[in-house]
């Protein structure tokens, strides 16, 4: 048995304590100049010139309350970022707490895998819809930050929304949760309070600030090593073809073999080859022998 690290040498800082740190202007600014520079540290002098604040000694008073938690000194007497610190630069350039971003949708060069007619993509309240507006037909929803739309096209959005999306499946798939960095626990169940068109699917539920995902049992199946090698047989890389032009995934065979506890069985079907596959409760994955 794998016991757990101990970890609990880790000074901790409040959370208000720490946010508390964040709010001047002066310590951002030194927080955004660090940043702007990502694989060399700053002098004293220079750091303050680049900030651009004429009393020194304000300059260093809040120089020294991000030491630590936001800043370090490295052996040289420079100052660089600490992990923290790039993490609020991180947040601040893509816009999760300081942007909201206004609706707006556009058109998708994806075709839709129901019905042909060509894919729309809606942003509204910092979530991504994609759905077909000639058959309404939704293909997937998800939270993404608005700085993403900086300097994109529409076309490298969409391949940021399917990044994004692969992103946030194979993370929570795997366990990890993307919000807090917490452990996520999946099993299979009833979802259709979450998607209109699915009964049975998979839902993933961080145990500690309780981020979830909800996905069809194609959606878990799709990034499973079986099923990307099936794909890769039929000229078909995942990794590289958004979700929602993953044509089986839309009509996807999935039985009900029992409730108590759940278990489902699910086709994979790509030019009439077929893969057939058991999902337990505990989302174990096995080949159905035909």
Known sequence: MTESADYDDFADVS?????????????IDIIRELGEISDESLSFSALRSRVNIADS?????HLKELLGSFVRRTDDGSYELTYAGSQVVGA???????QRGASRAFKLISSCTKCGSSLEADYEQERVTIRCPACDDQKSSFGFPPGAFENRTHEELARAFDTWLQLLLLASFGGFCLNCAGRMHGSITDVSEYLDDKEIGTKHVCERCTNRTVNSVGAYLLYQPIVVAFHHDHGIDVTETP?????????????????????????????????????EDDLSVTIVDT
């Open 15 to 27: 959370p208000e304590a720490a946010f508390a740190l964040l709010g001047n202007k002066t310590r």
């Open 92 to 98: 601040i350039y893509s816009g999760t707490f300081n």
């Open 243 to 279: 979700i929602w032009e993953i044509p089986w995934l839309r009509d996807e065979e999935t039985t009900v073999l029992s409730r108590e506890p759940w278990c489902v069985q699910s086709v994979v079907e790509l030019d009439g080859d077929r893969l057939e596959l058991v999902v």
């Open 57 to 61: 000694g304000q300059f260093n008073y």
